[in-house]
């Protein structure tokens, strides 16, 4: 049974830093891309970041493009995906997903509020 089960999250005051990360099992982690998806209040789904199952090959939103990180280590079998410079319109729920989909996390809220 796939699992994707995410930690992390909170409250940050705008320009400050959140880590989010997402324990995979039951899947072979190590040939398959990761994403992360995040959906605000009263808006639709909005994909975020994207890493390849090569690990080398990754992407971003323009929204998120050089302040968020993703990264996966294929030993522990998480993905995460370091968030900085926060802004007020990242409050939002998170969700890990696989590849670009098929499964997903349990979701983690990120409020970025002064």
């Known amino acids: 049974e796939v699992q994707l089960v995410q930690s992390g999250g909170g409250l940050v005051h705008p320009g400050g830093s959140l880590k989010l990360s997402c324990d995979a099992s039951g899947f072979n982690f190590n040939m398959s891309g990761m994403s992360w998806f995040r959906q605000a209040p009263g808006k639709d789904l909005e994909w975020v970041s994207m890493i390849d199952s090569t690990r080398g090959h990754i992407y971003y939103s323009d929204s998120v493009k050089g302040r968020f990180v993703i990264s996966a280590v294929n030993a522990d079998n998480t993905v995460s995906l370091q968030m900085d410079s926060l802004k007020s319109e990242d409050t939002a729920v998170y969700y890990c997903?696989?590849?670009?989909?098929?499964?997903w996390g349990q979701g983690t809220q990120v409020t970025v509020s002064s």
């Open positions: 997903a696989k590849g670009a989909g098929a499964h």
